[in-house]
């Protein structure tokens, strides 16, 4: 009956979804742009930050296209409350993630954070399902009270590398020891320069003796 009355339908091509479908159905996951660096062995993401930190691992799921699916998924999940799209996105790389080699040895997942002010608009940070399902499927801890954001930013997409970097984005970092000696999967729904990764990377890598490693949702 409550189908009847609220159809469960997909966040993409708002067709209605089929038993054992969920948030998005397989029709637009078939046709989202693979990116899955973890599959292919590509160094293109990590290769983004060469020069700037010492990083492990770097992968996304998707390509941002803009104008196309990702990007409508994306808006979706940011603008208009649909915060289980990061779950599915989530729950997709932590099983591929769990089966990698090269991510068993990560001890905790951290999100890029939202400045509090957003936080409170929007409700919800738009990695968090992603990264609490990428902990889940590794079964280590998620934690959301390390890194801090502590000014404001606007949107971020279209910035060079060079304003994005020099914009009013700063992070801090408190209970730092509790990553000391560890693994560090750190988790942003886009990458676009790596500016934000970057900022975020460095604050962590004061703590003794950390690696750091990158996992997106999508890749411009």
């Known amino acids: 009956m409550l189908n009847l009355l609220f159809p469960r339908v997909c966040v993409g091509c708002k ?78 790389l932590g099983a591929e993630l769990a089966e990698i080699n090269s991510y068993n040895d990560v001890d905790v997942v951290i999100p890029v954070p939202l400045h509090k002010q957003k936080l409170k608009k929007r409700g919800y940070n738009q990695v968090e399902g992603f990264g609490k399902e990428i902990a889940k499927a590794l079964n280590i801890p998620y934690r959301d009270d390390i890194l801090i954001k502590i000014s404001k930013s606007g949107p971020q997409v279209f910035k060079t590398r060079i304003l994005r970097f020099d914009a009013e984005e700063v992070f801090t970092t408190q209970n730092l020891e509790v990553i000391n000696n560890h693994h560090v999967l750190l988790v942003d729904d886009i990458i676009t320069t790596g500016a934000t990764l970057e900022k975020c990377a460095l604050q962590l890598l004061k703590a003794e003796n950390v690696t750091i490693s990158i996992a997106t949702i999508a890749t411009a």
């Open 15 to 92: 067709q209605l979804l089929l038993k054992g479908e969920g948030v998005v159905c397989l029709e637009c996951v078939h046709s989202l742009p693979l990116a899955v660096f973890h599959r292919t062995g590509s160094t293109q993401l990590k290769d983004k930050f060469y020069g700037r930190f010492l990083l492990k691992n770097a992968t996304a799921l998707v390509y941002f296209q803009k104008r196309g699916l990702t990007q409508k998924l994306l808006h979706n999940l940011k603008y208009r409350g649909k915060s289980e799209i990061s779950n599915f996105f989530g729950q997709w």
